[in-house]
């Protein structure tokens, strides 16, 4: 056991944790009286934190047990990353049937934030995928949940961020791909309104559809953005030549070919590097640029899924006291109205966002913590320059509040307890499943205790 310094991706906060790096499967348990399992540490804020207290980390448990080739069904243990799965499936013509914005996460990681994709809106989150995992409780005995068996404990789980056990195997339905290539289509939209109509216009909609917005522009051009909307691409709409054997032979549309290992940020930027000025001229270079590709153009799976994968560590371009990655869900009926006010909020405040994204969600899933719900989603990374963030950061909980929607657990570092309870209805039915199966809460983080995650409604 090692006392080490740890963060999440967002380096906000550093707490010191004991360490555990189990080496074999047999071996992932800790008898600690608290302890949380880790991933990749990808999530932003506080989830794979424990406060002086054990965090077990899961990435030398990371076999792949069995893949069904004909079926497209993989069972693996959780420490495994989704770049490690990539490898192996998609020659076969597999792939991913949920990801997240970056393959340097692990199984364990996905099932227990639950998390979504640019997908979300047609095929639902990761523990859709699902077909079942074993989980190990507190008693260290082991139990198999699925939508089947323990199907309770099965819906805690996911979304659960750790606190219902340790994930050690998970079983993954996969979809079927004709090309690692991925046919994409931009379409510019000057305010948020216009915006908003591409996100919902069926004629543009594709199985993959993103919105990337310059979070810089005010007035008139508020929310303008580009919608970025994109399906694998079918045999037939490929060059000749061009299989699933050239996988990872992109960049295809410049031209380019995209080095294997990602070039890295050597040091932490200084805080005065991201400023309104720079990213308002950047933001407004990207908008000219992409909004410009109106016809279908092939890409890469990796630079369509995962363009910031390609720069290692890019998080220390925010500089040393790290960065806030803020996102909430606003439900359909108030969504127009509430990212409307989220951006205006952050426009005036002169806090300048470097990422701004939006998704459109589908229906709500089985996680009863699980984050999405059907509606629009914003992500904004907000660099910490000071504390003034935080006053921000709080009043953009009360217009999510406001306009019935929540705040994603998987990134979030600051929000309140009070807030938590509001945002997540179904918590009090999550809290039987969890004293049900661990009674003495072992299963802790620094998440949990700053959201009171384990104790009663009050
Ligand atoms: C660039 C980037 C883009 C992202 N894009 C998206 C996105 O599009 N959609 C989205 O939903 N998320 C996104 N995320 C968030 C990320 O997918 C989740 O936070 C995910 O949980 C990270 O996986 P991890 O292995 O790093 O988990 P960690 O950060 O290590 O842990 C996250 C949570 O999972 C729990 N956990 C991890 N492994 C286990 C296990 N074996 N058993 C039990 N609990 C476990 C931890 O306790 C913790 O609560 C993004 C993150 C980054 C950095």
Redesign the pocket.
Known sequence: MLVTPLS??GRYPVQSCEVERPERYADLYSDAASV?????????GD??LNENRRVLL?ERVNRLLELDADNGVLRAE??VTLAEILEVIAPHGWFLPVT???KF??L???V??D???KNHHHDGSFGDHVAAIELILADGSRVACSPAENAELFRATLGG??LTG??GEVTLRLIPIASSHMMVRHHAAADLEQLFQHLQNPALDDRYTVAWIDSMAGGAQLGRGIAMCGHHAAKEELPVGLSLSSFNSEELAGGRSRKKHARAIPFDFPAWMMNPFSIGAFNAFYYRREGKRQQPFLTGYDSYFYP?DAIGQWNRMYGKRGFVQYQCVIPDATAFDGIKALLQELSGSHRPSFLAVLKRLGAQGRGLLSFPMAGYTLALDLPIRDDGLFALLDRLDETVLRHGGRVYL??DARLSAESFRAMYPRYGEWLKIKNAVDPQNRFS?SLSRRLRIGEELS
């Open positions: 999440g991706w949380i399992a880790r991933g990749q540490g990808r999530s932003y989830a794979a899961t959780a420490g997240p914005g970056t996460v692990s364990g990681g996905c227990a934030a998390v979504h994709g961020m750790g340790i994930i910031l998987a990134k983080s």
